[in-house]
């Protein structure tokens, strides 16, 4: 388990889409933020207090959290100098970065030689097993899109909190690199072989006999000819009782590709069933979260509304409008 509070790491970083990890930690976990440690003023602010190192760790810092992105994923010289003044301050060091930390031989030697734990979120655990797609005890709902990064984290994040606001026994299941730190663990499944992707999910959302439910973090899409084989997993292993369909609104070509357009609704939904109906042939679905960040509140409402007629199932932008309605839908299913 990461350890909070968290000293998140920008750096000299000026591009919003390269902070999207702290980013997401600030705003769905801000609770867990003692603060930000930027090298310059023209770096992205996320809102929060600038802290040295040795500050934040005599103020109480655990961790200081690699929340950035950049090309290829790798420990540039400027942040290997900056883990090992963290290290030395007293803190442990987390990254979703591709570069592992321990692969780096300074970083490496200072946190053995001062006993300071390194989190590489995308390593995935050494003992995983492959699926067995035996029913076990315990609801699960996942959230499934018609392409990638359409907003699956943020959707399923909405909809514990608002299951919990209700008194709902609900916790959030991270399986991508930005979730596990906002979670502090989780399941990172872009890194698992393939044969052990459906049992990955099973040992990260395992039998449960308190009447709770796990929200399991979707990626990829069954439609994109790059990720379907990990949306494929997540189903099989994660037997969900419930989905919520995901996309973004005005989104044409599925991302990073020349010619595969995004799926119909209609289509995408029933795909995903009839592949979840496998390992779980109750399944259903009980919602559809639209990202409508590029629409007019006029446009998104339209578009709501349109999707809300097409597939007969509350349909919301979790950012926006807040997850109430499929809530609803999904408590009058369930009888919470």
């Given at each position: 388990m990461i350890l909070p509070p968290y000293l998140l790491y920008i750096g000299k970083v000026a591009d919003p889409l390269s902070v999207k990890t702290s980013r997401g930690i600030a705003v769905w976990r801000p609770e867990l933020c003692l603060g930000q440690f930027r090298t310059t003023d023209d770096a992205i602010d996320l809102g929060l207090e600038d802290i040295g190192f040795e500050e934040a760790a005599a103020r109480g810092a655990r961790t200081l959290v690699l929340g950035i992105a950049n090309a290829g994923g790798v420990?540039?010289?400027?942040?290997?100098?900056?883990?090992?003044?963290?290290?030395?301050?007293?803190l442990d060091i987390a990254s979703g970065l591709h570069q592992r930390l321990s692969s780096n031989p300074e970083i490496s030697a200072v946190a053995q030689e001062l006993g300071r734990t390194l989190w590489d979120v995308r390593e995935p655990p050494a003992d995983l097993k492959v699926g067995k797609g035996v029913r076990r005890a315990g609801k699960r709902l996942l959230t499934v899109g018609t392409d990638c990064s359409v907003g699956k984290m943020y959707t399923t994040l909405a909809l514990e909190r608002e299951m919990r606001a209700r008194g709902i026994n609900a916790d959030f299941r991270a399986t991508g690199q930005t979730g596990i730190l906002i979670a502090g663990s989780g399941m990172p499944i872009d890194a698992v072989v393939a044969d052990f992707i459906s049992g990955a999910v099973e040992q990260l959302s395992p039998a449960r006999e308190d009447g709770g439910w796990d929200l399991i973090e979707g990626q990829g899409s069954l439609f994109h000819p790059s990720f379907a084989g990990v949306s494929l997993g997540l189903l099989h292993g994660s037997q969900p009782d419930a989905v919520v369909l995901c996309h973004e609104a005005g989104r044409v070509r599925m991302r990073g590709m020349a010619v595969h357009t995004v799926p119909d609704l209609a289509l995408c939904l029933e795909r995903n069933l009839e592949a979840a109906r496998l390992t779980n042939p109750d399944v259903i679905p009980v919602g559809i979260a639209l990202n409508t960040a590029s629409l007019t509140p006029e446009a998104a409402k339209r578009a709501c509304a349109e999707a809300e007629d097409l597939l007969g199932l509350p349909c919301q932008d979790p950012v926006a409008m807040g997850v109430d309605r499929i809530i609803d839908r999904f408590g009058a299913c369930f009888a919470l």
């Open positions: 420990i540039a010289p400027e942040m290997v100098e900056h883990v090992v003044q963290a290290l030395r301050a007293g």
